[in-house]
């Protein structure tokens, strides 16, 4: 089992920053990949970015590129996400996952994820 629990969600305003972290435990090396995604209300859960562990290899939805990066700290067995210009559309509920049977070769979808933290929420206002 993994455990993951995010944090760093609030409130900012738009063109600011925040930085969400997710801090993992449990059987973390069984996590080849740790991504993150997002919720909006009424929406379905959207890949932002991913890791992997072993070698860093980061990956970016084109929707974040440029403004989002994705980074960790072995030692801490921790992923962050660093949002810079966030805009209202921003706006939902993160999440990250551990991919513990490889399964993100064939993509980041919700699906190939097998362990979740409870989110965390990020408001972006006008």
């Known amino acids: 089992q993994v455990q993951l629990v995010e944090s760093g969600g609030g409130l900012v305003q738009a063109g600011g920053s925040l930085r969400l972290s997710c801090e993992a435990s449990g059987r973390t090396f069984s996590c080849y990949v740790l991504g993150w995604f997002r919720q909006a209300p009424g929406k379905d859960r959207e890949f932002v970015g991913a890791i992997r562990w072993s070698d860093g290899r980061t990956s970016l939805a084109d929707s974040v590129k440029g403004r989002f990066t994705v980074s960790r700290d072995n030692a801490k067995n921790t992923v962050y996400l660093q949002m810079d210009s966030l805009k209202p559309e921003d706006t939902a509920v993160f999440y990250c996952?551990?991919?513990?049977?490889?399964?993100?070769?064939?993509?980041?979808?919700?699906?190939?994820?097998?362990?979740w933290g409870q989110g965390t929420q990020v408001t972006v206002s006008s």
């Open positions: 996952a551990c991919d513990a049977r490889e399964l993100t070769r064939f993509g980041y979808r919700p699906r190939n994820f097998d362990y």
